[in-house]
């Protein structure tokens, strides 16, 4: 038999955030909690809703995999939007992970540039990878591209320390650092007035494709 599209076969997706109220909650049973947050006890929904309702709010299930699955009864539309709220900060708070590139032959302008740089995005608790690249006969000095790297996790100690030792790969020596915990962050190269400003990042992408452009010139 072959199923139309469209027809009773069509399969449902399932929609994640979807949240269940009222009589859209399709449970024999479910557990309740009372509009000032003391347990009601387990009831049908039917009964539910008319305690929600008695109280002009919403029957909201809050936790559908308990067994029977948990509803609240409280305002929706506020609900939803502390909902919102809190996966907004949770997604800012998120920790990124941001990047230094380093040249052996680095000037100590630029190199302290990128060091004040990457000490204010570990102590804003970001985690930093430090890569260093090597162009040409400068693969003869690796000593000297290791020296730096080992330079700027000394530097860095202060906000963050490093989750192994740096390791060559190819033509990179690369080591990643994570943040200390927050109230053992010291600073040494920013003010806190100055770390509590985003930097934009496409401020430094620019910076990366200034030198890849410089590498493809010398070559």
Do not use: W
Request: charged content about 40%; some cysteine.
């Amino acid at each position: 038999m072959v199923r139309k599209p469209g027809g009773k076969n069509r399969r449902r997706f399932h929609n994640r955030d979807y949240i269940r109220k009222n009589d859209k909650i399709r449970a024999r049973e479910v557990r309740v909690i009372g509009p000032d947050g003391g347990m009601l006890g387990v009831m049908p929904p039917d009964e539910a809703l008319k305690i929600a309702k008695s109280h002009h709010l919403d029957l909201v299930e809050v936790a559908s995999s308990a067994r029977p699955p948990v509803c609240r009864i409280l305002e929706f539309g506020k609900y939803k939007y502390e909902l919102s709220k809190n996966k907004r900060n949770k997604e800012k708070s998120a920790k990124r992970i941001k990047e230094a590139k380093f040249r052996p032959r680095i000037e100590e302008h630029d190199y302290m540039t990128k060091v004040r740089r990457s000490e204010k995005f570990l102590h804003q608790g970001n985690k930093l990878k430090i890569t260093l690249m090597f162009r040409g006969r400068e693969m003869e000095h690796i000593d000297l591209g290791m020296n730096l790297v080992r330079r700027a996790i000394k530097d860095l100690e202060g906000v963050g320390k490093p989750d192994d030792e740096p390791k060559l790969s190819g033509r990179f020596i690369m080591v990643n650092l994570s943040p200390l915990p927050e109230n053992q962050r010291v600073l040494r190269f920013n003010s806190l007035e100055e770390v509590e400003v985003e930097e934009p990042d496409d401020e430094q992408e620019e910076d990366f494709q200034e030198e890849a452009e410089d590498e493809k010139v010398e070559e």
